[in-house]
């Protein structure tokens, strides 16, 4: 059955479109080593929380926005091998692919589907 890796980050709002270059560029990559599908959400309706919130998850500051993003492969295995090829891959380096947002505030896990309908 397939695998997540799934991610929350806070981008500036200013990096709109850097995020978005810097993602459909990581996407290819990660395709490349065998992802099946990534897909990156920005927020359009992410409340604060008092308790719990994506917003506080990521200490989401003033003029930044929640993105909510995950990346589908099939299997544990496939995203072990992909993830460090892809992590390995001179393409996604600081210097080729700088990230527009603070990598220090992500969160990110492996996830497995026990339910798709």
Known sequence: ???VD???AAVPN???EKFIQHARDAAKIFKEHGATRVVECWGDDVPDGTVT???MAVKCEKGETVVFS????PSKE?????MEKSMNDP???KENNPMPFDGKRVIFGGFQ???EE
């Open 70 to 73: 995950w990346i589908i492969w």
């Open 6 to 8: 799934g991610f929350v």
């Open 1 to 3: 059955m397939d695998y």
């Open 91 to 93: 393409r996604l380096s």
């Open 53 to 55: 919130s994506f917003p």
């Open 14 to 16: 200013e990096n709109k």
């Open 78 to 82: 496939a995203r072990k091998a992909g």
């Open 113 to 115: 589907i026990v339910l």
